[in-house]
Antibody
Framework: QVQLQESGPGLVKPSETLSLTCAVS?????????WGWIRQPPGKGLEWIGS???????YYNPSLKSRVTISVDTSKNQFFLKLASVTAADTAVYYC?????????????WGQGTLVTVSS | DIVMTQSPDSLAVSLGERATINCKSS????????????LAWYQQKPGQPPKVVIY???TRESGVPDRFSGSGSGTDFTLTISSLQAEDVAVYYC??????????FGQGTKLEIK
């Protein structure tokens, strides 16, 4: 059974960079599928951030593209999210997830999510 | 951008009754070359991550009860729960994955027991 677990700081200061790790177990990232990040501000809806393939091919939400970097480390079976120049509007639960077969932005398996608060 | 609009925003249905949630896209999400609608439905229970229940508009994800069904094509879609169970209480989201990489979700529909 595929499992995903997000980790990273729960508090980030405004203007700094948010960095999260998604550790994958039960499946090798280098085998197949796109791997992505989605966020959800408290009490609000879902926003797709971006996805990566094990080859390093990436897709980003155009509204966040200038600030987002997603990368992968197949040797550790992990992928990563960096979001630069954060503001309070970036406060959200951040989920990592595996894409549905052959799909970039529709997600099958999800992690439990991690709350990141942007505040000084 | 493709805007996804769900209706209603909230819905209360009696146990055992049918629940219907609608989703409308601002443009067609039917890809003519493969005749597939690029639409998914997710269920999110309180304190949990979303879970996909339907994709390709009408394909039920493995393990999802057959009381869940998806229908529609082009711009208008429906998620139906044929006989509501207590464990179906959740917020439901539709998502289009037609417009790469601008994937967008509906605002969500909160489903409760009447």
């Amino acid at each position: 059974q595929v499992q995903l677990q997000e980790s990273g700081p729960g508090l980030v200061k405004p203007s700094e960079t948010l960095s999260l790790t998604c550790a994958v177990s039960g499946y090798s990232i280098s085998s197949d599928y796109y791997w992505g990040w989605i966020r959800q501000p408290p009490g609000k809806g879902l926003e797709w951030i971006g996805s990566i393939y094990h080859s390093g091919s990436t897709y980003y939400n155009p509204s966040l593209k200038s600030r987002v970097t997603i990368s992968v480390d197949t040797s550790k079976n992990q992928f990563f999210l960096k979001l630069a120049s954060v503001t309070a509007a970036d406060t959200a639960v951040y989920y990592c997830a595996r894409g549905l077969p052959s799909l970039v932005g529709a997600m099958g398996y999800w992690g439990q999510g991690t709350l990141v608060t942007v505040s000084s | 951008d493709i805007v996804m609009t769900q209706s209603p925003d909230s819905l209360a249905v009696s146990l055992g009754e049918r629940a219907t949630i609608n989703c409308k896209s601002s443009q067609s999400i039917l890809y003519s070359s493969n005749n597939k609608n690029y639409l998914a439905w997710y269920q999110q229970k309180p304190g949990q991550p979303p879970k996909v229940v339907i994709y390709w508009a009408s394909t039920r994800e493995s393990g999802v009860p057959d009381r869940f069904s998806g229908s529609g094509s082009g711009t208008d879609f429906t998620l139906t729960i044929s006989s509501l169970q207590a464990e179906d209480v959740a917020v439901y989201y539709c998502q289009q994955y037609y417009n790469t990489p601008q994937y967008s979700f509906g605002q969500g529909t909160k489903l409760e027991i009447k």
